[in-house]
């Protein structure tokens, strides 16, 4: 994969420091950092979220024309530093409502978390592309889908060496299931790579990066922050939680519409697995991680609803943009300034 084409003037000269394999001037990054920071809505600013993503991506497949030493140059973390501080920061303001609903629920960890995910709003996407997304809205949502599905469960993994006893145990259970049990074929991201390529779209590694909106980085962003701060861990496991706890009944909703729009028993192959999958999961990451998590490390509690709640915040977002977008008659992606996108090996 090739670096992205950038969206501001913080990608741009991102993408100049890491092609060129020097750093150029740190002043003139931070002023244009914070100058992007303090523009808008942190969490759905193209500049900012691709530029969080670059970063972040240094830690996972990285990028053909970037000098894998960029992975832990002071230069590159401190601009991560910086951006990372406004983008949890802006997390937390986003969920404080979430937060304080589940806080303030009757039952245990595992009680709260539940009712967290079953009584918050999410816009009806799930819905709409069983019943009545065309072909291109369905398209659009597994593009955007590629960004995380792609590397599905990567992020989450982070947090094993940072658990200890009977949660670390569960959480290797569930990334065991996640990466195909032993078997290569079974590779949850690979099935998903499948999937793209029997609707007719490139399965490639980060093929689709330029196209997805800012919000869709944010995303797969607060996952990949959640997995590489330690103080975070509490955050990462609250998000797995709500995140399996989500996902069953969407994903029969999602294998329904690729039948019903002709993809196939190929295509629907990924999503008729989590339907499965994902109710054992969610019991597994709710209570034996969660909950035995934060009965060693009370004090996790606040961070494992609110990485929760950030899932369930996120997604309804990236719902919102796709359905918001549909319903004017429009593309929910990126429309390229030249029409085209970078090649990728």
Same mark, same amino acid.
């Given at each position: 994969?090739? =670096?992205?084409? !950038?969206?501001? !003037?913080?990608?741009?000269?991102?993408?100049?420091?890491?092609?060129?394999?020097?750093?150029?001037?740190?002043?003139?990054?931070?002023?244009?950092?914070?100058?992007?920071?303090? $523009? /808008?809505?942190?969490?759905?600013?193209?500049?900012?979220?691709?530029?969080?993503?670059?970063?972040?991506?240094?830690?996972? %497949? $990285?990028?053909?024309?970037?000098?894998? +030493?960029?992975?832990?140059?002071?230069?590159?973390?401190?601009?991560?530093? %910086?951006? *990372?501080?406004?983008?949890?920061?802006?997390?937390?303001?986003?969920t404080?409502? =979430?937060?304080?609903?589940?806080?303030?629920?009757?039952? +245990?960890?595992?009680?709260?978390?539940?009712?967290?995910?079953?009584?918050?709003?999410?816009?009806? #996407?799930?819905?709409?592309? %069983?019943?009545?997304?065309?072909?291109? %809205?369905?398209?659009?949502? #597994?593009?955007?889908?590629?960004?995380?599905?792609?590397?599905?469960?990567?992020?989450?993994?982070?947090?094993?060496?940072?658990?200890? $006893?009977?949660?670390?145990? @569960?959480?290797?259970?569930?990334?065991?299931?996640?990466?195909?049990?032993?078997?290569?074929?079974?590779?949850?991201?690979?099935?998903?790579?499948? +999937?793209?390529?029997?609707?007719g779209?490139? !399965?490639?590694?980060?093929?689709?990066?330029?196209?997805?909106?800012?919000?869709?980085?944010?995303?797969?962003? @607060?996952?990949?922050?959640? /997995?590489?701060?330690?103080?975070?861990?509490?955050?990462?496991?609250?998000?797995?939680?709500?995140?399996?706890?989500?996902?069953s009944?969407?994903?029969?909703?999602?294998?329904?519409?690729?039948?019903r729009?002709?993809?196939?028993?190929?295509?629907?192959?990924?999503? &008729?697995?989590?339907?499965?999958?994902?109710?054992?999961?969610?019991?597994?990451?709710?209570?034996?991680?969660? $909950?035995?998590?934060?009965?060693?490390e !009370?004090?996790?509690?606040?961070?494992?609803?609110?990485?929760?709640?950030?899932?369930?915040?996120?997604?309804?977002?990236?719902? *919102?943009?796709?359905? &918001?977008?549909?319903?004017? /008659?429009?593309?929910?992606?990126?429309?390229?300034?030249?029409?085209?996108?970078r090649?990728r090996?």
């Amino acid at each position: 994969m090739l =670096l992205p084409c !950038p969206r501001g !003037p913080v990608t741009q000269l991102l993408s100049e420091w890491l092609s060129s394999g020097s750093a150029l001037d740190e002043a003139d990054m931070h002023a244009r950092v914070s100058a992007a920071l303090a $523009g /808008g809505d942190v969490i759905t600013a193209d500049d900012v979220q691709l530029s969080l993503w670059l970063l972040y991506e240094l830690h996972y %497949q $990285g990028f053909d024309d970037v000098d894998p +030493t960029w992975e832990w140059r002071p230069e590159s973390l401190a601009v991560r530093r %910086q951006i *990372e501080g406004a983008f949890e920061a802006a997390l937390r303001r986003e969920t404080d409502a =979430l937060v304080a609903y589940a806080m303030s629920a009757a039952g +245990t960890l595992a009680d709260q978390l539940f009712a967290l995910v079953r009584d918050a709003e999410s816009p009806p #996407l799930a819905r709409h592309l %069983q019943r009545y997304a065309d072909r291109e %809205q369905l398209s659009e949502f #597994l593009i955007c889908r590629s960004i995380y599905q792609l590397k599905e469960a990567d992020p989450h993994t982070w947090a094993i060496p940072r658990l200890t $006893g009977k949660a670390k145990v @569960a959480l290797a259970e569930i990334q065991f299931d996640e990466y195909g049990s032993g078997r290569p074929a079974r590779l949850h991201a690979l099935m998903f790579a499948e +999937t793209l390529d029997a609707c007719g779209l490139d !399965p490639s590694y980060g093929a689709y990066v330029d196209r997805v909106p800012g919000v869709v980085l944010a995303a797969s962003n @607060a996952m990949s922050m959640f /997995g590489l701060h330690r103080r975070l861990r509490g955050a990462a496991i609250g998000h797995l939680g709500a995140f399996e706890a989500s996902s069953s009944l969407p994903n029969r909703r999602y294998a329904a519409a690729v039948r019903r729009l002709g993809g196939g028993e190929s295509a629907a192959r990924y999503f &008729d697995e989590h339907v499965e999958a994902d109710a054992v999961h969610e019991q597994v990451a709710v209570r034996d991680v969660c $909950g035995a998590a934060a009965a060693t490390e !009370p004090e996790l509690i606040g961070d494992i609803i609110w990485g929760a709640a950030v899932c369930l915040r996120l997604d309804a977002l990236a719902a *919102e943009r796709l359905l &918001d977008a549909w319903s004017a /008659g429009d593309t929910a992606l990126r429309n390229l300034v030249d029409g085209t996108a970078r090649t990728r090996a």
